[in-house]
């Protein structure tokens, strides 16, 4: 009877080790995407994206890029049957087609930003090129700016224009283990400002550097508010999501500090422990909505969309928008309204029926 007792239990420790083995790593379940084809909080504008990483939405048009190379356009609430581009691009988790922004003389110029990981001699690569294009189809694309050290994992990859007609570029470290963020003479890691041509300007804190700030890991996000400050978004490594106020010249510690703790560097605003994964932040300025904060912020592993005061810190932070699974980016359309795309279908989400989603918002 012993011996058959000691067989059993053996038989249920190996049972149980093999369930423990088996449970997911993440310890924050993600909810399914519950999307209501009747919901009045937001218009459904696109559907089946592939993996959209960014938007970039002009008076009447809104373009998305999606991580395999396309372009997508939605023109007049209506998505477009074909791309305005599609380019080759690196096939790693965190590269491919990333981020987007119009020129600001867009209207006129017909100008387009994209940031494009490739892969050369077995090496991975970002650049920056500059799109022509002319009703909704590709007429140059014309790199501006190269060699940006590329990673499979921690890419980085959001460029904004900011209010001083400078384009900034968010760029990743090529690994966890790399110090190359700390390297001024390396463009990883860094937040760089150069002209809209790709020259460096000349006011740039660093001489003939487009460097304008460094020690970070993985951008996701930028924002100016009415004062011109920059804010940026940064994913962390498995906690330590960041907020920073982005200051010309200066050392954001990464992988010397996460968040805050060493004199050298400057502190977070906001630190997320655990990770929410924040993705595309705005600083709201229409009329369309009565914020009690100005901050909007696209959060992916949190699976929402909120409003924000980043200098009132956490206890602000109150959700405007959930159960669409994970929320890559979000933008303020021309229009006042928001616009966010979904990130279901990453290889971290539980993809609904017909996603990826553009969304616009509505309240």
């Known amino acids: 009877m012993d011996k058959r007792i000691s067989i059993v239990a053996v ?12 449970l997911p790593s993440d310890p924050i379940p993600l909810p399914e995407p519950n999307f209501n084809s009747k ?13 959209p990483r ?3 939405v002009s008076d009447n048009r809104i373009f998305v890029t999606e991580k395999d190379g396309s372009i997508v356009v939605i023109e007049n609430d209506i ?5 305005l581009a599609t ?11 990333l981020g987007i922004d119009l020129h600001p003389n867009f209207a006129e110029n017909h100008y387009l930003y994209v940031f494009l990981t490739y892969e050369e001699d077995e090496a991975l690569w970002n650049k920056i090129l500059r799109i022509t294009e002319s009703e909704n189809k590709l007429q140059d694309a014309e790199t501006i700016f190269d060699k940006i050290p590329g990673s499979s994992f921690t890419n980085g990859g959001f460029i904004k224009f900011g209010p001083d007609g400078k384009l900034y570029v968010g760029t990743g470290a090529t690994s966890d283990s790399s110090h190359l963020p700390q390297d001024l003479d390396s463009l990883s890691g860094k937040i760089l400002r150069i002209n809209d041509d790709g020259s460096i300007p000349d ?4 001489s003939n550097s487009p460097v304008y700030s460094l020690g970070h890991r993985n951008p996701q996000g930028m924002t100016w508010d009415n004062n011109g400050n920059l804010y ?18 200066k050392n954001y510690g990464w992988p010397e500090q996460e968040c805050s703790g060493n004199e050298s560097f400057e502190n977070a605003v906001l630190c997320y422990d655990p990770s929410i994964e924040p993705g595309g932040i705005l600083y709201y300025t229409g009329d369309k909505f009565d914020f009690e904060f100005p901050f909007i912020m696209a959060s992916m592993r949190a699976s929402n969309v909120y409003q924000v005061d980043f200098d009132e810190g956490l206890s602000s932070q109150k959700s405007i928008l959930s159960g669409i699974g994970r929320v890559r980016d979000v933008v303020q359309g021309p229009d006042g309204y928001l616009y966010v795309i979904t990130s279901n279908t990453d290889g971290k989400g539980f993809p609904a029926a017909n996603d990826d989603k553009l969304l616009r918002i509505l309240k």
Do not use: C, H, M
């Open 39 to 51: 919901n009045d909080s937001f218009d459904i504008l696109a559907e089946n994206l592939e993996k």
């Open 11 to 22: 038989v249920v420790a190996i049972a149980f080790s093999v369930y423990t083995l088996t």
């Open 232 to 249: 940026v978004s940064e994913f962390g490594p498995e906690k330590n999501d960041e907020i920073n106020i982005i200051l010309a010249g």
């Open 203 to 206: 006011d740039n804190p660093f």
């Open 54 to 56: 960014s938007i970039a």
């Open 87 to 97: 380019f080759r691009s690196a096939n790693v988790f965190d590269g491919g087609l």
């Open 79 to 83: 998505q477009l049957e074909s791309p």
